[in-house]
């Protein structure tokens, strides 16, 4: 029903920047809201970013003020901007998409890495 293309991600030091970028294919209704959780070792699943169709924002409080997240409607592409990161940015960013921010739909996920 959904599928999606993960890009991006790697490695920075303490300060850096990185990005990721997701296009989603599928039913559309389905990618009404797309994002990225992410999964650090040992601790649950997270929203990080998500953003509907119509450009309604919802971050995570860690993030506010670091990470940008933007939308494509044409392309059903997202992408994330992430700046000032740090050590617990660390993690698996998992690209996601669904009807509420409660995301059903999943990619593979994408390892981002800060190191000091």
């Known amino acids: 029903q959904v599928q999606f293309a993960e890009s991006g991600g790697g490695s920075a030091q303490v300060g850096g920047s990185l990005g990721l970028s997701c296009a989603g294919s599928g039913t559309p209704w389905l990618l009404n809201r797309m994002g990225w959780y992410r999964q650090a070792p040992g601790k649950q699943r997270e929203l990080v970013a998500g953003?509907?169709?119509?450009?309604?924002?919802n971050l995570a409080d860690s993030v506010k003020g670091r990470f940008t997240i933007s939308r494509d409607n044409a392309k059903n592409t997202v992408y994330l901007e992430m700046t000032k990161l740090e050590p617990d940015d660390t993690a698996v960013y998992y690209c996601?998409?669904?009807?509420?921010?409660?995301?059903?739909?999943w990619g593979q996920g994408t390892q981002v890495t800060v190191s000091s």
């Open positions: 953003i509907s169709r119509a450009g309604n924002r």
């Open positions: 996601g998409s669904g009807t509420s921010w409660d995301f059903a739909y």
